[in-house]
């Protein structure tokens, strides 16, 4: 990689191990390296800092999947065509540095899976090129500041999941315009879902899951958003009924709505959508007969999850789950249902809610 005649490096998988040394401090000729990929590699100790000074052509550098220690070098953003910056799973530590707000090309910056700490700089939000901004599970705190993240008018995805993030969910998020991958899951985010999530309607994804966001659900109008595959808001604060909006949805395929409190009778409209997993385990949803009636236009479910809900029902005697073609999973359990039906089993806790 230190080599003055090679652009293109790429010994990904190829069980190399030790330690990547720095380039010596007295080498000062820029490098035409351009694309660097050492992931998937056994590498270990200090992720270099100084070698990238000389690394001036760098377009893409993938170094992910090893287990390098020590800080982000922030000289990265010497390379003024950075395009491409692929760090996760590692064990790097300290804060997400400043610096990185001079990538002014930068698309890609994955540092998701390792130690990192602190605030999120209001420097990275200077690196408006920013289309992939995916930095979970790690220990970043502080709150997403409204004011920063409109910066970032060209992302896709927005990955800051399994962080310790709080504050709400700021309302210009709706000017994300391009957003299509949403994923705040397990912070500690909390207040009212802003309505000008429907304003995002190219998403895709919506991951909320493990979180304290309150209030009701129908304040965002789903219906602009066609796109919409994945819903997670399992482990939240939610309350009211499901929104109607949300059965416009036509792409929907998996809705997990546990662990709310969330209430009300199952619309016959849920029908018209081709989902393949829904989970509304854990609300207060009543009238299971009426519920059983509409979930027989299922045709693509395969896992369905209800327990605890429908609390001291009858299950209806003349219904029977034999109409659910493709149905591998169902958990009705803790429901304190009436009646002869015994399904519903324990398994992994994932799977019950
Ligand atoms: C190495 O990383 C680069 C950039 O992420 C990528 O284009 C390439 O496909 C990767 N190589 C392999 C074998 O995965
Ligand atoms: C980096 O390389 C890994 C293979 O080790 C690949 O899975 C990953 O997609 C690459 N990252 C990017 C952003 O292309
Ligand atoms: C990480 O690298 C190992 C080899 O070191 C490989 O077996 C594994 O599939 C890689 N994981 C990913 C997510 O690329
Ligand atoms: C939600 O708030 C409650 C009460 O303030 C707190 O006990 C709980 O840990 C919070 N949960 C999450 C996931 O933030
Ligand atoms: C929700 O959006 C749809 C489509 O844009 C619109 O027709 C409808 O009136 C909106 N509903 C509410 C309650 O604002
Ligand atoms: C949960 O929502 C209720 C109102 O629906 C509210 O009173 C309570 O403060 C919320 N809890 C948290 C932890 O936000
Ligand atoms: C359940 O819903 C059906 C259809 O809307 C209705 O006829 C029935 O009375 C409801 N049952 C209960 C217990 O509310
Ligand atoms: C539903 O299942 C059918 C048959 O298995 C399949 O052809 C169709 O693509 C599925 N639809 C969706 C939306 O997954």
């Known amino acids: 990689m230190y080599s003055r005649s090679i652009i293109v490096l790429d010994v990904s998988f190829c069980r190399l191990n030790g330690v990547l040394h720095e380039l010596p401090s007295s080498v000062t000729t820029v490098r035409p390296l351009q694309v660097l990929n050492i992931s998937s590699n056994e590498l270990t100790a200090e992720f270099p800092s100084s070698t990238w000074n000389v690394m001036q052509s760098l377009v893409v550098l993938n170094a992910s999947n090893n287990s390098f220690t020590g800080h982000i070098p922030p000289s990265l953003c010497l390379s003024p065509s950075l395009a491409m910056l692929d760090l996760c799973y590692n064990q790097l530590s300290g804060s997400v540095p400043a610096a990185l707000g001079n990538c002014s090309t930068l698309k890609v910056l994955k540092v998701g899976n390792n130690k990192l700490s602190g605030i999120i700089p209001v420097e990275l939000f200077h690196a408006t090129s920013l289309e992939n901004l995916s930095l979970p599970?790690?220990?970043?705190?502080?709150?997403?500041?409204?004011?920063?993240?409109?910066?970032?008018?060209?992302?896709?995805?927005?990955?800051?999941?399994?962080?310790?993030?709080?504050?709400?969910?700021?309302?210009?998020?709706?000017?994300?315009?391009r957003l299509e991958e949403l994923y705040l899951s397990s912070n500690n985010m909390f207040g009212e879902l802003?309505?000008?999530?429907?304003?995002?309607?190219?998403?895709?994804?919506?991951?909320?899951?493990?979180?304290?966001?309150?209030?009701?659900?129908?304040?965002?109008?789903?219906?602009?958003?066609?796109?919409?595959?994945?819903?997670?808001?399992?482990?939240?604060?939610?309350?009211?009924?499901?929104?109607?909006?949300?059965?416009?949805?036509?792409?929907?395929?998996?809705?997990?709505?546990?662990?709310?409190?969330?209430?009300?009778?199952?619309?016959?409209?849920?029908g018209n959508l081709h989902l393949s997993f829904l989970s509304l385990a854990r609300n207060s949803f009543t009238n299971i007969t009426e519920a059983f009636h509409v979930f027989k236009s299922f045709r693509n479910i395969t896992t369905l999850i209800l327990a605890q809900n429908f609390m001291n029902e009858a299950m209806p005697q003349d219904e029977t789950i034999d109409s659910f073609q493709n149905l591998q999973y169902i958990n009705m359990a803790d429901s304190s249902l009436t009646g002869n039906y015994q399904f519903g089993y324990r398994s992994s806790e994932i799977w019950r809610y």
């Open 194 to 270: 802003p309505s000008t999530l429907s304003n995002c309607t190219r998403l895709i994804i919506i991951d909320l899951m493990i979180n304290n966001i309150s209030g009701d659900l129908g304040r965002v109008n789903f219906s602009t958003l066609h796109n919409l595959k994945h819903v997670d808001l399992m482990r939240n604060n939610f309350s009211g009924i499901v929104p109607e909006s949300i059965y416009s949805c036509s792409n929907l395929t998996a809705l997990r709505l546990s662990m709310n409190h969330l209430h009300g009778e199952i619309s016959p409209r849920i």
């Open 137 to 177: 599970n790690n220990g970043l705190q502080g709150e997403l500041d409204g004011g920063n993240i409109v910066k970032l008018s060209n992302l896709v995805t927005l990955d800051l999941g399994w962080n310790k993030l709080n504050g709400k969910i700021p309302r210009s998020i709706g000017q994300l315009q």
